[in-house]
């Protein structure tokens, strides 16, 4: 429902208001109201708008009785919207024959125009169903089959929802064609007797049936005394007694539009043993279960079931005995690892039981998983050891060079900070020879002259022979500059005053101490004459060279 509300003013006494929809007056579920001081009329109308409604002309009048030709008029046109009004035509009424051709069409009728559209059969949607095409709003089945029969529906979807046509039966007439087969293979002895049951799928469903026993000999009709029928069932009873008894037993049925094109056909053979399993194979493996899978031999005519028996190989102990009643497909678990066994496979039914299949197998040494975190676990552990020798032989090269690094500069600053004997080499640089010292051919009393000396002003190196005269040391004083040397002073003969001058003592620079570990001894006076050589001998002893310091 909605209220719809119009107003007339200005007229004096106040306008008079009427309702029309398409020239017809409207005179209920009207509220009408005036105000005299303002000359104004409202008017408001209550309307719950049908699908006819839709597009038609609605009205409000005002005008002063009072008044001749003061009639106005304001009109609006009607738009409804509706959930979609659908209907499916079929160009069939009534039941359409087997591959007859069958179009559906479905009107719609929808403000605002519909978004989607789909059909149903049997309240499912279609996809669309095999053997049948979309066109526009149109369903067509071009050969109709049992596939088809069912009710239809069509569905439409706008803004206000989505809305289903009311449904419509498709009936297909077919002929009868078989609609299960318990068990195609009977295993019958004689004396003995067997009911077999046949059941066909038919429209109409009135059906007519007819049993037809074939072998190599010939094709005999079973008597009507020996089945009977229940719409789409009947069943039938054979007692071989001969062998001409055994064969095919067909089934046919038949009704309005024909007979089934194929019969339905069960084997009768003489009852027996089954036929053991075939293609018997180990599937798979594991630590504790084998999984083997065989393929079904003839049942005997009779129902079968299937049979598995397991033994050690090891110990000969029977383990597990398993049996199933669809398939020869078995799983054995909780089964000890790493051991070999038989796997012995048979069929069983109310005759016997077939010949033995027997398989040996043997469960794997571990679960997958461990064996595979086994591996992992070496080759992290091999890793491991490889980058632990490394360091290890690093720090080694490292501790053998820092070694080495520390020796050789402890035998450098022993070589630097070497001093020689005290009681052999005196801090006032006095020399005592034991040997012949000099051996310039000028007397003791000669001063060399200043060419046999080099002026230095660093160090004062001064050289002294050992006790072995195979080891040298060195003595490092401070340079100095000396302005007179003393007088050479001899016991027995004449003093011997050297000329004053400005000298200083030889120094020699000091030699590589870390490679050779000696130095080089420069003579205070460069040579003696050979002449005074044994007079020297004789002053050896008295001979003594100062120097101020």
């Known amino acids: 429902e909605t209220d719809i509300v119009c107003v007339a003013r200005g007229a004096r006494p106040p306008a008079q208001i009427s309702w029309w929809l398409d020239g017809e007056k409207l005179t209920t579920k009207i509220t009408e109201s005036t105000a005299e001081e303002d000359n104004l009329t409202i008017s408001s109308l209550n309307i719950r708008p049908s699908i006819q409604d839709n597009l038609r002309n609605l009205s409000c009048r005002g005008d002063n009785p009072q008044l001749t030709e003061s009639v106005l008029e304001d009109t609006w046109v009607v738009s409804v919207h509706y959930l979609p009004r659908l209907t499916v035509k079929m160009n069939m009424l009534d039941a359409v024959k087997e591959g007859s051709e069958v179009n559906m069409t479905c009107l719609v009728h929808s403000l605002p125009p519909v978004t989607e559209l789909e059909w149903l059969q049997d309240g499912r949607p279609l996809g669309p169903p095999v053997g049948a095409n979309f066109l526009n709003r149109t369903l067509l089945i071009p050969s109709a089959g049992p596939q088809h029969k069912g009710e239809y529906q069509c569905a439409g979807t706008n803004s206000e929802g989505r809305a289903v046509s009311d449904p419509v039966l498709l009936q297909v007439l077919y002929a009868p ?41 010939k094709h005999s009709s079973l008597p009507t005394a020996q089945f009977y029928s229940n719409g789409t069932k009947s069943v039938a009873t054979v007692s071989p007694r001969a062998p001409q008894d055994y064969g095919v037993l067909q089934c046919w049925a038949t009704n309005v539009i024909g007979q089934q094109k194929d019969p339905c056909s ?114 992290l552990t091999a890793i491991f050891g490889i980058v632990i020798g490394t360091i290890l032989v690093l720090a080694l090269l490292i501790v053998v060079i820092l070694l080495s690094i520390k020796l050789r500069s402890r035998r450098t600053v022993k070589a630097r900070n070497y001093s020689p004997d005290v009681g052999k080499c005196e801090a006032h640089l006095m020399k005592e020879c034991k040997e012949t010292c000099v051996t310039n051919s000028q007397g003791p009393d000669i001063i060399p002259e200043k060419s046999f000396f080099q002026e230095r002003s660093e160090t004062t190196v001064k050289t002294c022979e050992s006790e072995d005269d195979t080891n040298l040391s060195t003595i490092q004083v401070d340079a100095r500059k000396y302005g007179e040397y003393q007088s050479v002073t001899f016991t027995e003969d004449p003093e011997l005053i050297s000329t004053p001058k400005k000298l200083r003592l030889l120094q020699e620079i000091e030699g590589d101490v870390e490679e050779s570990g000696i130095t080089v001894e420069t003579p205070l006076i460069s040579s003696i004459p050979s002449a005074v050589q044994q007079w020297t001998d004789h002053r050896k002893e008295g001979l003594r060279l100062s120097t101020p310091v």
């Open 177 to 217: 064609r078989c609609e299960s087969v318990r068990s195609s293979v009977y295993g019958v002895g004689r004396t003995e007797s067997v009911s077999v049951t046949c059941e066909v799928d038919a429209y109409p469903n009135v059906v007519n049936f007819t049993w037809v026993l074939v072998n190599a000999d």
């Open 266 to 379: 069960f084997r009768i053979i003489p009852a027996g043993v089954p036929e053991e399993p075939q293609n018997c194979q180990v599937t798979n493996r594991t630590s504790d279960c084998i999984y083997l899978d065989c393929e079904s031999g003839e049942d005997g005519g009779l129902q079968q079931i299937f049979q598995l028996e397991v033994m050690s190989t090891d110990s000969d102990k029977f383990i597990a005995n398993l049996t199933s009643r669809s398939s020869p497909s078995f799983i054995v678990c909780s089964l000890p690892p790493k051991e070999s066994f038989i796997l012995v496979v048979y069929a069983v039914n109310s005759k016997g039981r077939s010949k033995q299949v027997a398989l040996h197998s043997s469960t794997l040494a571990g679960p997958a998983k461990e064996t595979e975190t086994g591996e992992d676990g070496e080759i």
